[in-house]
Nanobody, 121 residues
């Protein structure tokens, strides 16, 4: 069982930066692929970025070059550094843990409660 708690969301102007963090409970954190998804109002939840157990990363095209995902297995945390933010990045951001390095929601077994990111124009 893994419990995930996100933090770091907030309101930022377009062009600004935010860093999201996700703290995971459990000693098996290092055995899970970790990912960030987001859900804008009235839209489906969508993939943002993922990092495998070996550190391999993959990003959605919409955030590539602007967002960076990282993990610290010693601290049981995964982070998402978001730069050059755009109004269309506004969403609730969710942290997820799963057994597969995947871009698909169904492959992630554990989810956080989400943190709101709002980018003003």
């Amino acid at each position: 069982q893994v419990q995930l708690v996100e933090s770091g969301g907030g309101l930022v102007q377009a062009g600004g930066s935010l860093r999201l963090s996700c703290a995971a409970s459990g000693r098996t954190f290092r055995n899970y692929a970790m990912a960030w998804f987001r859900q804008a109002p009235g839209k489906e939840r969508q993939f943002v970025a993922t990092i495998g157990i070996g550190g391999t990363t993959y990003y959605a095209d919409s955030v590539k070059g602007r967002f960076t995902i990282s993990r610290d297995n010693a601290k049981n945390t995964v982070s998402l550094q978001m730069n050059s933010l755009k109004p269309e990045d506004t969403a609730v951001y969710y942290c997820a843990a799963g057994g597969l390095f995947s871009v698909t929601m169904k492959d992630y077994d554990y989810w956080g409660q989400g943190t709101q990111v709002t980018v003003s124009s």
